[in-house]
């Protein structure tokens, strides 16, 4: 299996990444440290250092927050490692040594962590996986204890962890005596192969791999929990518990499509790929890719989100994509690039990479705000603010990105996964090191039996020219670089001659001298209209602009109002002209397009016989990413197409 | 104030109603009958008339069911008052007198009728008027009261009825030591009224002035009451209680927009029109002519049916009309009947008759099956079946029509609006009769100081031309037909001769010899496109095809799937043809349009570069209000104009 390269070996600097990438440690660091220690005036209390300091028996009071509060912390501190690997900070290491000190004082004797139910409800421990959250958080400080550790090389955290996942392990199995149960909420899996990755214990891939085999055998778990006499429920919402929703509807083995919760789905998904490649287990990894076609190729978005149904954030059915009532968690989106890079790394094919850079390119990155002070949870594909109420149908869409919630899943998850974007440039293996994404870094790989060094150049999405230098090596090794699916005329200079190339499952294979090779390619990735499959009823009839990996979209504070009003022929050109003054600098998109006119409607006429007169217009797109950062006002991805 | 004539006065026998009308008669009434007394089976439990043998102490036992429970019997009484006016039927006046005797044992010792609160929470009654539904259930009660009374001219439920009547004058009021609320849901302002009509007795006008005076002013009476120690939640999600959802967000005169739950709202605006007229009240008069004009003319659907949002039930903003994931409840358009209807009668304008016409023929027919034994709550206006999941943003949209609930609003509520049908055909004043819809009926009207018979034959809404018999009278009067919104080319013989006409606010005022005189009315209404205005964002770059009042639709048995495929040139000619085999007869629509071929995609493509292939088909649409009455399938009103 390919690998992804330690983090501590990469440097970004990439003119589209970096004004990102940088907000985690300059903006989203500090600040989610000063709110999980209840110091930003009006903002929600968290309460979450406080918990852990309750829980530690060093201050006395209530539990207070979700119960899943503690992975805050845990996701905090997971990006502290991930940022921390790339460059030293010793304030900020100082700061997150204080909070690992803070966990590991609130760690049972036994090596249970949980505030919510040591503080509250100690009696209640695994006694309501469904609703507890319990596995699912020990699985979030899992990942921060690895992140940590490969960080700073500090074990205290993750030697607290093993302790925990020590007990996960005594107390959950097949076994007698064992409980027979499995999480609610997806993510311990990940945390414990993670674990397994860094220690080399075999428990911990096996409790992993039980917790899969054993979700949805059966009589089902949650509600034979639900039965006993004292289940006091947490969530009301799971009053009426759908099995499908956990994905604990049928053995996983079994299942053909993506169904329930999304964030679920897709860390579950996550880690049976890494579980199938361990054990060779074909069946389940016919399953991940049963389940990867079902929701890529029928239940996805262009944006590279999933996840329809605002109530339940859930999937739907096969081409249920509604553009401005759907959920498309930020957080899904990030499950599924972590799913797909995963199915990549097996399967060394490159279209896993399209989906993923799709999902980053477009809907995690549209996730926060340009200044990184605000993220949207919910990312529509089109939106019109004044009808996005509360208590209504689309109460769950939001027209603006929302500050930092008390009880906050996708900020942190934002946060970690730009700080962890090294994760996915590269996939390495013994014979071949991979590049995956165009993004400018410095890095040492190490592949063939030797450390080589790489760097990589260019001003990719906006300009299709990556430079890739190689050097340090002594010997002929191979080196692939992924062809998009969307780059035409896709060519490769060798130190200065073009080259033949090998397309092995989408990569451009080559030979090269790892003493010294520069590496040209280029490509081409015009804007173009792209359309959906006519059996997705939101998009018929519709197109949207697409430039390699970006979706583009339209904003009213560039089109006017009333965007579902605009009709573009297909036909016409699209003019690309790159703006430095926009959003850090960004190619927008122009067109000649028509627009319904309102002449001859008055505001007392609601119908009327039909006489569409239509008036030329020039439209504006820019990358949907960047959508709501010069204010509220209309937005819309897909355009009518004028037939 | 014109009004309405008795509906014991009046014999419809229509082409395009009686089948409907004879439905409540023949299949409701009995069906409804056997369900409240728990005699159906695999139905849900009613209990409704078991709650009325526990109060009266028949019976011992505990309350089942909603707060309204109570309401089903009501509604039933009057739809069965309503029934019997127009055709004696010794049986169910039996069987209904029965229900009678049991609601009169129910009756507390100072007239106090509510089920719920006699058995279960005695010591609540009125503490929870924003939930409690006592005023509501009562107003109700009223209706069934008068409805009964007009209908056998029996008091017995009318007595009743005025003792709880006068309980309420002497509970709530603006006088120090009465209470100073309003109900939760409006309905008993109607039944108030309605009471002072048959009795005279002004303090129950007064009483329903006081509710409507009430409502918004001051400190919100619902949040204070929420305060009370005790407060007991009945509804979950009025937790976050939004003082707009039952109109009491402001003074009632103030409000501007058409906002909250729409049955309440339109439920008082009927109050408030009566009102405004009896007590001269131009300021509450011009709030109701406000409220009309927003709703109507920006928050209406074009098949007459209002309250967008599926949360709530609730109106949301100007314009904001989806057509998939709308509430639009059938309750909501027969409230809006029963509002239009009163100011028509307030105005004697044959406008507010147009939006009558278009919720009756289109939204309130839809919510019944052909053989009136299923139901819609929520009408649609588009439905792709496979997306209307449970536990989704659209669980509230059912693809198919339900059997009748324990708790169930709209279907005795269809029931009734169907049994007193005639009060929407004729307005009557002292000086003149007015002809509002064109529905075949015989009938005796008394104006001008004499008794007429009136005989109206047609076949519209299929054919355009009405044939009206007057008779029995000795002078020369008015008589005024309605020229409806969509009529073109409107004339009028009289005893064989053209005449000119009158237009006074829309009626076409003739001036005939009342002793013997036949009018023919003929217009055109041929099907035509029709449009939103393009600020309905929903409905930008859509046609809907309509005829007279009539909605059409298109359905997935008639035109295959993917109907949002389907592009249609507003130029091309729309076909009529009669089709006597569907739905008891039927004029169908066809046209040539084309459809987006699925040619050139495949399951495995989910996006790709756009290059449109359209097909030639031809569609046939049928009445709105037929929709899934032919198993379940795709719908839709609005198709995309060819641009």
């Known amino acids: 299996m390919r690998h992804s390269i330690d983090l501590n070996k990469i440097k970004i600097e990439d003119s589209f990444w970096s004004k990102h990438v940088d907000l985690v440690k300059q903006v989203i660091i500090p600040y989610q440290w000063e709110a999980m220690n209840d110091r930003i005036e009006d903002a929600e209390s968290s ?27 845990a996701k905090w501190l997971e990006a502290v490692g991930f940022t921390l690997a790339t460059k030293k900070d010793q304030q900020l290491e100082k700061t997150a040594d204080e909070a690992i000190d803070l966990i590991t004082k609130a760690q049972c004797e036994d090596g249970y962590i ?40 500090k074990r205290k955290l993750l030697d607290c962890m093993i302790r925990f996942a ?28 993670k674990l397994y990755d860094v220690t080399g214990q075999k428990r911990y891939l096996d409790m992993a791999k039980y917790f899969i085999d054993a979700r949805g055998a059966g009589d089902n778990y949650f ?31 079994k299942q053909m499509t993506a169904e329930g919760h999304a964030v679920r789905a897709v860390y579950m998904y996550s880690a049976m790929a ?10 389940l990894f016919d399953t991940c890719v049963r389940l990867w076609e079902n929701m890529t190729k029928r239940r996805m978005y262009i944006t590279g989100s999933i996840g329809s149904s605002g109530i339940l954030e859930r999937f739907t059915t096969d081409y249920d994509l509604p553009n401005d009532y759907n959920y498309s968690e930020s957080c899904a989106s990030i499950g599924l690039a972590l799913f797909g890079l995963r199915m990549s790394n097996i399967t060394k094919e490159a279209s896993y990479i399209d989906v993923v850079e799709r999902a980053l390119y477009n809907t995690v990155l549209a996730g926060i705000a340009l200044d990184g002070k605000s993220f949207f949870y919910v990312n529509p594909l089109e939106c019109w603010p004044d009808s996005c109420m509360d208590r209504t149908s689309k109460e769950h869409v939001k027209s603006i990105r929302q500050k930092w919630f008390g009880v906050a899943c996708c900020p942190p998850n934002i946060a970690r996964t730009l700080a962890s974007l090294g994760q996915y440039i590269y996939s390495v293996e013994e014979e071949c090191s991979y590049l995956n994404l165009f993004i400018s870094n410095t ?30 090596g002594t010997k002929r090794t191979d080196f692939g670089i992924r062809i998009p699916d969307y780059a035409k005329d896709f060519t490769v200079c060798s130190n200065g001659e073009r080259v033949e190339y090998r397309n092995e499952k989408g990569y451009a294979i080559l030979r090269i001298d790892s003493s010294q090779t520069t590496i040209i390619v280029e490509f081409s990735a015009p804007a173009k209209f792209v359309q959906a499959n006519p059996l997705v009823r939101a998009d018929a009839g519709k197109v949207c602009i697409t430039k390699g990996p970006l979706v583009y979209a339209l904003e009213e504070v560039d089109n006017g ?29 122009s067109a000649s397009a028509q627009k319904i006119s309102m002449k001859d409607w008055n505001e007392t006429t609601l119908y009327q016989d039909s006489h569409t007169v239509l008036e030329d217009i020039e439209i504006k797109a820019i990358p949907y990413c960047y959508w709501n950062n010069r204010g509220i006002g209309e937005m819309s991805v897909w355009l009518k197409e004028k037939l």
């Open 443 to 472: 890095t040492e790989i190490c592949w063939n039996g030797e450390t080589i060094q790489v760097e990589v150049k260019t001003k990719f999405p906006f300009e299709n020219r990556v430079e890739i230098t190689l050097s340090g």
């Open 274 to 283: 890494e579980l199938a490649y361990e054990y060779h287990d074909k069946e």
């Open 561 to 589: 109002n009333r965007l579902s009003s605009i009709v573009i022929d297909t036909k016409e050109s699209l003019t690309e002209k790159w703006d430095q003054t926009l959003f850090g600098g960004v190619t927008v998109i």
């Open 114 to 153: 949980n505030t919510y139910f040591t503080i509250k409800e100690p009696s209640k421990r695994w006694k309501n996986l469904c609703e507890g959250h319990e596995l699912y958080t020990a699985g979030h400080l899992m990942e921060a204890a690895v992140a940590y550790y490969n960080g700073t090389g």
């Open 47 to 73: 309460h979450c250092l406080e918990n852990f300091k309750i829980a530690a028996k060093e201050e006395s009071g209530e539990f207070y927050g979700a119960v899943f509060q503690d992975t805050d912390v």
């Open 223 to 253: 509600l034979e929990e639900m039965k006993q006499p004292d289940y006091v429920r947490i969530f009301p919402e799971f009053d009426r518990y759908d099995t499908k929703y956990s994905q604990s509807h049928m053995p996983v083995r």
């Open 166 to 193: 020590d007990l996960i392990c005594d107390t959950f199995g097949a076994e007698d005596g064992k409980i027979h149960g499995y999480p609610g909420h997806q993510e311990v899996e990940i945390g414990l192969i």
